[in-house]
């Protein structure tokens, strides 16, 4: 019995991306906060806008929603506002928190309908295509 605990003791020690959360810093150079709002969101469905490798779409910026960024996503294609059930997703209203794709952000930033961002929330690989000024000029109140 012993033998075994101490088998499965290592095991885990040797895997510690599962037995703890990756530690991941802001736009800010802090600690990731958690963006917290009616649904749980971010790529890994954890309520952190943390994004690495295994997400192709870079779900890092921290943003409230509001109606005509949900309008402008939902004409480029993204409907975040219409409920998926089978998904246990009931869809997205103004006011709403959603850790969204950088690029998409940035595409609605040009277009004018940029939703606004936490920055204490927003992954540090969002400074890859979009400049912490940038995102400072639409910092949640």
């Not at 003791?9 to 802001?26: D, E, G, W």
């Not at 309520?47 to 004409?75: I, W």
């Not at 277009?111 to 940038?134: D, F, Q, R």
Request: proline share 6%.
């Amino acid at each position: 019995m012993i033998r075994k605990l101490l088998c499965l003791s290592l095991i885990v020690l040797s895997f510690p991306a599962i037995t703890q959360k990756t530690k991941s810093s802001n736009v800010l150079g802090q600690d990731l906060a958690p963006l917290k709002g009616s649904q749980i969101t971010g790529f890994y469905r954890d309520g952190y806008c943390r994004t690495d490798e295994n997400d192709p779409g870079q779900h890092a910026v921290a943003a409230t929603m509001t109606k005509k960024f949900l309008d402008y996503t939902k004409s480029r294609g993204n409907d975040l506002q219409t409920p998926i059930p089978r998904s246990n997703f009931a869809g997205l209203k103004p006011g709403d928190k959603w850790c969204l794709c950088t690029a998409r952000w940035v595409e609605a930033e040009a277009a004018g309908v940029a939703p606004p961002v936490n920055l204490t929330a927003s992954h540090e690989a969002a400074l890859t295509l979009v400049p912490l000024k940038t995102l400072q000029k639409y910092q949640s109140k």
